[in-house]
């Protein structure tokens, strides 16, 4: 199942993606790679996780990543209005490219850092609730608070979408995996050098 994080900074993630994984991430394109495999319903299911980093130069990329996606996570730093201020260009690039089905969680970062934060609960949970079917949540990183909760809470939901037939040909498998890896798109030519005017 490819779980995308499209964030708005990469620095608004600190961790989530590589507190969840095990494995070292393959930088591939503009996105880091992982596998992981969690056990949900008595069953091993395998998780391909790509994480854009929010990398606008990579949006040709990482485009083809939401048309695999069965699940979105969309992170913003909690202490940073700007990364929250994103969070609109990037539902666009979800409405235009990802699936309809595709389940969508909006994930408040560095919850440890409650004294700068800039960015109320309240705004988080308005936000979400404007958008059909995306869930909202609050983590840290830093403290491992929620992280597990947010993938396991995002597969549970998209294995109740799954059609039963298809659900049951799937677990019939020692390893369900959800979504073949999306087809990458050649990279793109490296970014020219910015020159500072004096």
């Known amino acids: 199942m490819p779980a995308e994080g499209t964030l708005s900074d990469p620095h608004s993630n600190p961790g989530i993606y590589s507190h969840f994984t095990e494995e070292e991430a393959k930088i591939q394109r503009g996105v880091d790679f992982k596998i992981k495999t969690v056990e949900l319903r008595g069953k091993k299911i395998r998780l391909q996780i790509w994480d854009t980093a929010g990398q606008e130069r990579f949006n040709s990329i990482t485009s083809a990543y939401y048309r695999s996606a069965k699940g979105i996570i969309l992170v913003y730093d909690i202490t940073k209005k700007e990364t929250f201020d994103d969070l609109p260009k990037w539902m666009k690039m979800i409405d235009k490219y990802a699936s309809e089905d595709a389940e969508l969680l909006l994930v408040g970062n560095k919850l440890d850092c409650e004294t700068d934060r800039e960015i109320t609960r309240q705004q988080g949970e308005k936000f979400a609730q404007q958008i059909t079917g995306m869930r909202f949540c609050e983590a840290s990183a830093k403290d491992n608070f929620n992280v597990d909760e947010i993938f396991l809470k995002l597969v549970d ?29 050649p990279e793109l030519p490296p970014p020219r050098p910015h020159v500072r005017c004096c």
């Open 157 to 185: 939901d998209i294995l109740k979408k799954m059609p039963l037939d298809i659900l049951r040909n799937e677990l019939s498998n020692s390893i369900l995996s959800l979504q073949p890896e999306p087809e990458i798109p």
